[in-house]
């Protein structure tokens, strides 16, 4: 405590003699010369704060090296942003203080990444980070929790079996989290990595098209980063319907951060992005995140636009698409319900009030007749499609039958559509073997051709014109080194002589007996593997891959498959229990409050 005191005073003095430590020597605005080393310093304060020359000293000494390894560590978080934190660890036995230790690191990890961190080189066990007076979260990460260059974060023991317990469940809730993250994207990689041209029945792959089942045709890598982002955010959506909000959220920023690399041209005309976003901040209000305030403003601000660009004003757009529009209304029920959360939040009452009472008027229109849902599936209707038809119809019970009825006939005639079309590919594969090509090559000319069997044909012709080309150069250039090697020449020499002479025997000869047998140092120069050690292949490394699955490769893909909807509308079919929830506690904290202006 004594030791503590002192710093304190001495800072205050040092800033009143407008001293910095850190620079050499000592210099003062008032130029006082005896001010140049810390002996004369601590002569100097030791009887203005009543301590002992030695332990002021002392203190003078633990403040320079504070002062002059900020000030460096200050110009390192600006130049590579690793920052350095305080840890004070617990007392060791015997040890009448806490260790103070410096530690560097990237903000950008977890809690749980640094607990590892002090775990391995302070031997720590059991313990929580502490800054501020708050624990840290183990599974968010150190910026999002306001930690900063230079922060003291205490390193807190936990002793009682109880706490143990809570900490270590934690971890291993953190563990799984990250193995199931890490599942459903190596489960989607694959997927994304896998173009159509397998037979579907063996090696199943995801296709990305519009409404209408129409495949959508898109650059190859934006293709990936939309299967791994509508993968992760479907997987973040069953987590929701768990109220599992933490795991959930890791798997929404991923979907966020996936979405990102496409063209935003294509995220302007789907409204998945917009549908992500409202997830990603209903994920932030119930883990309270209030930290993320400002990120949830941005999100729903993008989500409104999106949905304002997919569905047209006054959503005319989605209805000559959709020919009605009562089942996107959860998504603005939603929207305005967050919208009035975050307005409450900025203590705007009369925001927060105006954009609840649209999302009462919404739930009155959206919250369904239990009657009406039983009739429905008394005809053989899934509580799903009854649930969807009433609020496509806005709850008219024979409407709903009829529209149900509809979409039922629609999914058939897609499948149908989609048998017909499997069937045609194969009788086309067929067609192609026939006529002495492989299978595996006539699947995928025909996939490069889009179900073209001429064009395909054509492919086939020109990758074996090709091969053969390939072939009887590499014939001939064999020929060429066997009758060099047949003139006394060694192998690897005359193999280095054609490729420096283009492949030209007579040149090649005569350079090798102008140099005694041997290629002269200053040609040689590392080369590529000579042509005559190369196969012609016809499938790329990664086709390769794609084709030799193994079990575990086939189990994840099954376990990604497993998160997306049979029901092309199920992000609609929402059952409003949270939403009601969160509505009677917004109304009860507004009816508390006075009136606000804004």
């Known amino acids: 405590m004594d030791e503590q005191h002192i710093q304190a005073r001495l800072i205050a003095l040092l800033r009143q003699d407008n001293i910095r430590l850190w620079l050499e020597p000592f210099t003062t605005d008032t130029g006082d010369p005896e001010l ?10 030791a009887p203005v704060t009543g301590f002992p020359v030695e332990e002021v000293m002392s203190s003078l000494e633990v403040l320079r090296s504070d002062t002059s390894r900020k000030d460096e560590g200050n110009k390192e978080f600006k130049e590579t942003s690793v920052a350095s934190l305080e840890l004070h660890l617990p007392r ?35 313990f929580n980070l502490i800054l501020s007076g708050k624990k840290l979260s183990p599974g968010m990460r ?20 109880e706490d143990k317990n809570v900490m270590l469940e934690e971890e291993e809730k953190k563990r799984n989290q ?11 990689q694959i997927l994304s990595e896998r173009d159509g041209s397998e037979d579907p029945t063996t090696t199943p792959f995801l296709e990305i098209a519009d409404q209408k089942g129409n495949p959508l045709q898109i650059p190859n890598e934006e293709r990936k980063a939309l299967i791994l982002a509508m993968g992760f955010h479907e997987k973040g959506r069953s987590l929701l319907k768990k109220r599992d909000h933490s795991a959930a959220l890791c798997h929404l920023l991923l979907a966020d951060e996936q979405f990102n690399k496409c063209n935003s041209a294509l995220l302007n005309t789907v409204d998945n992005y917009a549908v992500l976003q409202l997830d990603i901040v209903w994920c932030f209000q119930a883990l309270e995140q209030l930290d993320c305030l400002n990120d949830a403003r941005q999100r729903l601000s993008r989500a409104e636009e999106c949905f304002q ?41 009369n925001q927060a009030s105006y954009k609840l009472k649209e999302v009462e008027r919404l739930f009155g229109q959206l919250c369904l007749d239990p009657d009406k849902i039983t009739q429905l599936m008394s005809l053989g209707f899934s509580e799903q499609d009854a649930r969807l038809g009433l609020r496509a119809c806005r709850g008219d019970l024979s409407d709903a039958v009829l529209h149900i009825t509809q979409r039922k006939k629609e999914r058939k005639e897609m499948k149908e559509r989609e048998r017909e079309k499997r069937r045609r590919r194969l009788q086309d594969i067929n067609t192609l073997v026939e006529l002495s090509f492989s299978k595996r090559d006539a699947a995928r000319a025909l996939h490069q051709a889009r179900g073209d069997v001429d064009k395909a044909y054509n492919i086939l012709l020109d990758g074996a014109e090709a091969q053969t080309q390939t072939q009887t150069q590499s014939s001939e250039r064999q020929t060429k080194l066997d009758q060099l090697v047949s003139y006394g020449f060694q192998m690897d020499i005359a193999d280095s002589a054609l490729r420096l002479m283009g492949d030209d025997l007579e040149l090649a000869t005569q350079m090798l007996l102008d140099n005694q047998g041997v290629v002269p140092p200053d040609l040689l120069s590392p080369s590529p593997p000579s042509s005559s050690s190369e196969e012609p292949s016809t499938s790329s490394s990664s086709d390769n891959t794609a084709s030799a699955s193994s079990p575990l490769d086939e189990e994840l893909v099954n376990e990604a498959l497993e998160d997306i909807p049979r029901h092309e509308e199920d992000y609609l079919d929402l059952t409003l229990d949270e939403e009601q929830e969160l509505m009677t506690r917004i109304r009860s904290c507004l009816d508390k409050q006075p009136s606000s202006s804004g």
């Open 142 to 161: 150190l910026d999002e929790q306001k930690v900063k260059n230079n922060s003291k974060i205490m390193v807190l023991n936990v002793t009682s079996d």
């Open 92 to 126: 060791e036995e015997g040890e009448k203080k806490k260790r103070k230790v410096h530690l560097k690191t990237k903000l950008d990890i977890t809690t749980q990444e640094l607990k590892s961190r002090i775990s391995e080189e302070y031997k720590c066990k059991h």
């Open 178 to 188: 990250d193995e199931g993250v890490q599942r459903t994207q190596k489960g989607f």
């Open 309 to 349: 660009r997919c569905y047209g004003e006054q959503q005319n757009r989605l209805r000559q698409i959709k020919g009605h529009t009562g089942g996107e209304d959860v998504l603005f029920l939603r929207l305005y319900l967050l919208q009035s959360v975050l307005a409450y939040h900025d203590g705007n009452k």
């Open 36 to 45: 140049h080393n810390l002996q004369e310093l601590a002569v100097k304060y």
